[in-house]
């Protein structure tokens, strides 16, 4: 192991928001007769809000006003705010707090690097947001996943080189972020859409394991 931190994405990860997500772009998608279903998803994994809805909209034969896409986007944002109002510890995903306890007990810092601007709540909810050294903002990122520069905050504010950091992601855009930090990536997911990984597991549970022992 010679990793000195491990910086985390959060929805599809640490717990399963990335499906809630989903459930929020597709009711508001519908709303407006647009298709989208889990392969348009996969799109848009780590992608934020606003882009997020361009790429909703552009399936649409209709033109939006930027009053409009606020309107959407708030919208959406409200629809997810409920999804994600019960979250609990018990929401965790398997593996995941035994991975916090092994990075803490070797001394490895552990960061975030979520695009969500609700990953406060959610980290506060699942009862983890005393186990992150660093939480980036997603609010002041200048480029969004899959620009380097939410791996590169967290690494900065550790003091640390890409080289000495490893990142685990499930979105294709976060696994290119941090391969163009210079980092280590760890995958979850499909194979096929996160080929770039250095290592890729279907689920989270082997992350210890498979994941951060190996790499
Ligand atoms: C990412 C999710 O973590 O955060 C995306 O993978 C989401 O699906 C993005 O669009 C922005 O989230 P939010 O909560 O700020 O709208
Ligand atoms: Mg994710």
Redesign the pocket.
Known sequence: MDFKACIF????VITDT?HY?FLAWQRLAHSLDIEFGLTDNDR??????ME?LEFILAKSARAFSDSEKEQLAHQK?ED?KDLIREISPADMLPGIIPAFDWLKGRGVKVGLA?????APVVIKGLGIADVFDYVAD?GTIPNGKPAPDIFLDVANAFGLDGHECIGVED?AAGVTAIKAAGMRAIGIGDRDVLAHADIVLAKTDRLLSEGLERI
């Open positions: 994405d959060l929805d599809g990335a997500h848009l994994k780590g992608v934020g809000r997020s944002n997810y979520s695009a969500s601007r609700n997603a979105a």
